[in-house]
């Protein structure tokens, strides 16, 4: 079916809803791409456009990669997202997030929803007290949901293994020189797991402080945020910002494998091709990050069902991340594609577009 949609990023999405609440003055966009393998999952980023298009072109392009990745970490959900469009101010209220709360209890199930950017365990709180398709809230130790960050680093320790496998021969990570960017809740959860396999860690942050602390901390060393592209090792892992895989930084990086958790990585498609061509095997960022969103629909889908989900069950999950970055390996090394471009053929085969 052709687009109906006049916007580029419309991906013949299932339906977009556009939310205004004149009492509270909560304006949002709900953006549900795919439930064909169940309720369409994906965090609420509460920010402030500065222009409308840009939130509708955020909430079309964000629910088609939690699509893709739902259907790839092999979760029965489809892909949604929700923009907040909030004021300059970035004022946030609870008659807001009580309104947004019911408009996702009006979608009946349709759409689940967690946090994104801007938006904080304690608002996941306060709209749960008007609907129960929300996840991400508060868990107790030992169980499924609460902070996503340790789930995602434990999903990306697992991928870098995978990688230095299948690219290094490697069977362990003792002596495998990893450059890491970014030192936060990812980052550093990654390093910490790989520096107790004996890994050589080279780290890197736009806060020095914080690089030299984990550095300190681990027996590694930091170095400038500018140089860790350049750094020479088996693997470089980005745990920072998106778009960081272009032309110029991807001549320039002197490992065999790109395996980290930042999102969107990869700059323009051509550049995955790049990667390809210089022969460096890259873990497609949301297959090797899904972690975090293993956790909240666990945490959801428990619930739904009544009963109790360990953080166990969460990383037995986790733990299949391996085999669906090498079955896309696989695939790449049979087709010449790249593996950006072989995880999106999947991920649009599971569902249903394919
Ligand atoms: P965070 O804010 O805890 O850490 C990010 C770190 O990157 C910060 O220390 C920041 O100073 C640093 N940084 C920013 N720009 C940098 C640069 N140019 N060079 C070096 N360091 C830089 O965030 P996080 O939760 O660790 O997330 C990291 C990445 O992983 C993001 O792209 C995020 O979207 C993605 N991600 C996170 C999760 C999760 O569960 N937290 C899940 C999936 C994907």
């Known amino acids: 079916m052709a687009a109906f ?57 964000l629910s088609r990669g939690m699509s893709y990745k739902n259907a790839m970490a092999g979760l029965p959900m489809g892909g949604g997202k929700a923009v907040v469009l909030l004021d300059e101010d970035r004022t946030k209220t609870p008659a807001m997030l009580a309104a947004f709360g019911d408009v996702i209890e009006r979608l009946g199930g349709r759409y689940v929803t967690a946090e994104d950017v801007g938006a904080s ?19 107790e130790e030992g169980a499924a949901g609460g902070d996503p960050g340790p789930f995602t680093a434990y999903g990306i320790y697992l991928g ?3 990688a230095a496998a299948t690219r290094l021969g490697a069977d362990d990570m003792q002596g495998v020189r990893v450059a890491l960017q970014g030192c936060g809740s990812v980052g ?60 110029q930084s991807i001549a320039k990086l002197a490992c065999q494998v790109v395996a980290g958790g930042a999102n969107n990585q990869i700059a323009r498609a051509e550049d995955g091709v790049r990667l390809y061509e210089r022969g460096i095997l890259y873990a497609p960022d949301y297959v ?16 739904q069902k009544g009963t109790p989900c360990t953080a166990e069950e969460v990383n037995t999950r986790i733990g299949k991340i391996p085999e669906r970055l090498k079955a896309i ?13 072989v995880a999106d053929r999947m991920a649009q085969s599971l569902i249903g577009r394919g």
């Open 5 to 61: 949609w006049t916007e580029a990023d419309f991906d013949e999405h299932e339906q977009v809803e556009l939310v205004h609440d004149r009492v509270s003055g909560l304006t949002a966009i709900i953006a549900l791409h795919s439930t064909h393998l169940g309720p369409g999952a994906g965090g609420t980023r509460f920010w402030h456009y500065a222009d409308p298009s840009a939130a509708m072109h955020d909430a079309l392009r």
């Open 121 to 139: 365990e304690a608002d996941m709180v306060a709209i749960s007290q008007r609907t129960p398709h929300v996840c991400g809230l508060p868990a």
């Open 160 to 162: 870098i293994k995978a």
């Open 188 to 247: 550093g959860g990654v390093a910490r797991l790989l520096a107790k396999d004996g890994a050589v860690l080279t780290v890197a942050d736009i806060d020095s402080e914080k690089a030299k602390a984990l550095a300190d901390e681990l027996g590694g060393i930091s170095i400038p945020a500018d140089a860790i592209m350049e750094v020479e090792c088996e693997i470089f892992s980005p745990n920072a910002l998106g778009a960081i895989l272009n032309e």
């Open 288 to 303: 090797i990050n899904a972690g975090g969103i293993i956790n909240v629909a666990t945490e959801y889908l428990c619930r």
């Open 329 to 341: 390996w696989r695939e790449s090394e049979a087709t010449g594609l790249g593996a950006d471009v």
